[in-house]
């Protein structure tokens, strides 16, 4: 059932109950009882009026009550009818934009200055954890590679991507080449791959090493054989993420059992698990949100994940986000996450 049909289940004043308690919680921190409800929440009713419609929502699984306080907290589903159906986003002023995309782009080297700055800012705007994952050089296309002769069988190979990002990559081979033998094996590769992405040549590899064997022709194989290495994969292409602000997590009463801290952490250094999560983004359109234990991992089943894919020249490439308590205020980070994703990419291309 989506959060849209639900929503259209609740008449006005549960809704109205409803957004005003979670705004407390997440504003507050603490159970919201019927009387502050009843004050807070602008309608003439009575508190015996709002324990009965609260009393409806709680049947309904969009409220608990905690076992030590009268008051009522919001759920996941009531965390995700809220966001869905009953939030209004705050859009960031114009000076706000204007000071990330100035930050993103001062005293920025390189591309991976970029991120790690990106991540700082999304940690430091929110108070919580900000992440961003490098950009995957498979949905990325070959321009142009070239090959120089290094000594102990070694060879450098510059790579070309996409029209500025250039990459440079030390081989290790099985045999020494000379510098004739590495321009004709550059020459041969270029010819066959350039303008193509990364991800289809790797996967060409093989079937042409398989027909270049069958027709011996050794200065294909030779080509092919190097290629092998320098197409064999990145860091970027493992997978790999910035994050900025893990610290910031300390400082929330959802976090103060030692023991959950330490197993988020643990899935921070370990990356495999956040990396899919953030995968499953890339195709996604606008900004995601995952709400407790949405997101399929039981370590985040305390949080909630803001993100947002960016792209460059129009690909997407990464994405974005911003980890931190279900009870987050997310009418700020949504549009924060947004923006950020939607500046991003410009920085990257002036970094490159």
Same mark, same amino acid.
């Given at each position: 059932?989506?959060?849209?049909?639900?929503?259209?289940?609740?008449?006005?004043?549960?809704?109205?109950?409803?957004?005003?308690?979670?705004?407390?919680?997440?504003?507050?921190?603490?159970?919201?009882?019927?009387?502050?409800?009843?004050?807070?929440?602008?309608?003439?009713?009575?508190?015996?009026?709002?324990?009965?419609?609260?009393?409806?929502?709680?049947?309904?699984?969009?409220?608990?009550?905690?076992?030590?306080?009268?008051?009522?907290?919001?759920?996941?589903?009531?965390?995700?009818?809220?966001?869905?159906?009953?939030?209004?986003?705050?859009?960031?002023?114009?000076?706000?934009?204007?000071?990330?995309?100035?930050?993103?782009?001062?005293?920025?080297?390189?591309?991976?200055?970029?991120?790690?700055?990106?991540?700082?800012?999304?940690?430091?705007?929110?108070?919580?954890?900000?992440?961003?994952?490098?950009?995957?050089?498979?949905?990325?296309?070959?321009?142009?590679?070239?090959?120089?002769?290094?000594?102990?069988?070694?060879?450098?190979?510059?790579?070309?991507?996409?029209?500025?990002?250039?990459?440079?990559?030390?081989?290790?081979?099985?045999?020494?080449?000379?510098?004739?033998?590495?321009?004709?094996?550059? /020459?041969?590769?270029?010819?066959?791959?350039?303008?193509?992405?990364?991800?289809?040549?790797?996967?060409?590899?093989?079937?042409?090493?398989?027909? /270049?064997?069958?027709?011996?022709?050794?200065?294909?194989?030779?080509?092919?054989?190097?290629?092998?290495?320098?197409?064999?994969?990145?860091?970027?292409?493992?997978?790999?993420?910035?994050? /900025?602000?893990?610290?910031?997590?300390?400082?929330?009463?959802?976090?103060?059992?030692?023991?959950?801290?330490?197993?988020?952490?643990?899935?921070?250094?370990?990356?495999?698990?956040?990396?899919?999560?953030?995968?499953?983004?890339?195709?996604?359109?606008?900004?995601?949100?995952?709400?407790?234990?949405?997101?399929?991992?039981?370590?985040?089943?305390?949080?909630?994940?803001?993100?947002?894919?960016?792209?460059?020249?129009?690909?997407?490439?990464?994405?974005?986000?911003?980890?931190?308590?279900?009870?987050?205020?997310?009418?700020?980070?949504?549009?924060?996450?947004?923006?950020?994703?939607?500046?991003?990419?410009?920085?990257?291309?002036?970094?490159?």
């Amino acid at each position: 059932m989506t959060g849209e049909t639900e929503h259209e289940q609740l008449d006005d004043r549960a809704r109205a109950l409803l957004k005003t308690l979670v705004e407390r919680y997440i504003h507050d921190g603490q159970p919201v009882g019927s009387r502050l409800l009843a004050r807070s929440s602008g309608l003439q009713v009575s508190a015996a009026t709002v324990r009965n419609v609260m009393a409806d929502l709680e049947d309904m699984g969009f409220v608990a009550s905690p076992h030590t306080s009268a008051g009522r907290i919001p759920t996941v589903r009531g965390y995700r009818l809220f966001v869905d159906a009953l939030l209004a986003p705050e859009p960031l002023a114009e000076r706000e934009l204007d000071d990330i995309e100035q930050q993103l782009r001062t005293h920025v080297r390189d591309g991976d200055d970029v991120l790690a700055s990106a991540s700082r800012l999304l940690s430091s705007l929110s108070d919580m954890t900000g992440i961003v994952t490098v950009p995957r050089t498979d949905t990325a296309s070959l321009r142009q590679i070239e090959f120089l002769p290094l000594s102990d069988r070694r060879v450098l190979a510059i790579l070309v991507i996409n029209q500025r990002e250039v990459q440079n990559r030390i081989l290790q081979t099985e045999r020494d080449y000379s510098r004739r033998e590495l321009e004709r094996a550059a /020459a041969i590769l270029n010819e066959r791959y350039a303008g193509k992405p990364l991800l289809q040549i790797r996967r060409a590899l093989m079937r042409d090493m398989h027909e /270049a064997q069958d027709d011996v022709n050794q200065g294909l194989l030779n080509a092919l054989n190097i290629a092998q290495s320098a197409f064999g994969g990145s860091t970027a292409d493992r997978g790999d993420y910035r994050m /900025a602000g893990e610290s910031n997590l300390m400082g929330f009463p959802e976090f103060a059992e030692v023991d959950r801290l330490r197993r988020l952490f643990d899935a921070f250094e370990r990356k495999r698990d956040l990396l899919s999560l953030f995968d499953d983004c890339l195709s996604a359109d606008g900004v995601r949100i995952f709400i407790g234990d949405e997101s399929g991992y039981r370590v985040l089943d305390e949080c909630s994940v803001v993100s947002a894919a960016y792209t460059v020249d129009g690909d997407v490439v990464g994405t974005l986000g911003v980890i931190g308590p279900t009870r987050m205020a997310y009418n700020r980070i949504i549009p924060l996450v947004d923006a950020t994703a939607s500046l991003l990419g410009t920085a990257l291309k002036r970094a490159n």
